[in-house]
């Protein structure tokens, strides 16, 4: 469906792309999508925008009426006309929202709290080994 096909029909052209893949490319009527501060949702009409997307259910309305669901990552979020493109590192498709949501929490949040730790055990390194270095220029030009 070309854009123009997409705009006369009231309905955007939704693309969700992962780095190793394109997760979603399709015609939705609705997409519904959660920001820092919360919910939102989109429709054809809508004004050109960004937003920084958290881990979370993406729901769209395909032309025939069904919903269809896909687990995402953080990402971003860009409509500019009917196109409506969603980029992130993790995402998968699915029927089942709930079934989603616990994927969600189990394998994006938790990897969250995972780098979160990695981080801060390297910040204990670095300043470790500061201090080693520190410790030597004294004890060698003290």
């Not at 959660?34 to 429709?43: H, I, P, T, V």
């Amino acid at each position: 469906m070309s854009p123009n096909d997409a705009a006369r029909a009231g309905s955007m052209n939704l693309k969700v792309l992962l780095p190793t893949e394109i997760l979603v490319d399709k015609p939705v009527s609705k997409i519904i999508a959660e920001a820092e501060n919360g919910e939102f949702c989109l429709l054809p009409r809508h004004i050109d925008f960004v937003a920084a997307l958290v881990p979370g259910v993406l729901s769209f309305y395909n032309d025939d009426g069904s919903e269809s669901f896909a687990a995402i990552d953080r990402g971003v979020l860009v409509k500019c006309g009917q196109d409506v493109t969603v980029s992130t590192y993790k995402g998968v498709t699915g029927t089942n929202m709930s079934e989603l949501q616990t994927m969600i929490e189990e394998r994006f949040l938790a990897l969250d709290e995972h780098e979160r730790k990695a981080r801060t055990a390297l910040a204990r390194l670095e300043a470790g080994t500061l201090r080693g270095f520190l410790d030597l220029k004294e004890k060698f030009h003290g």
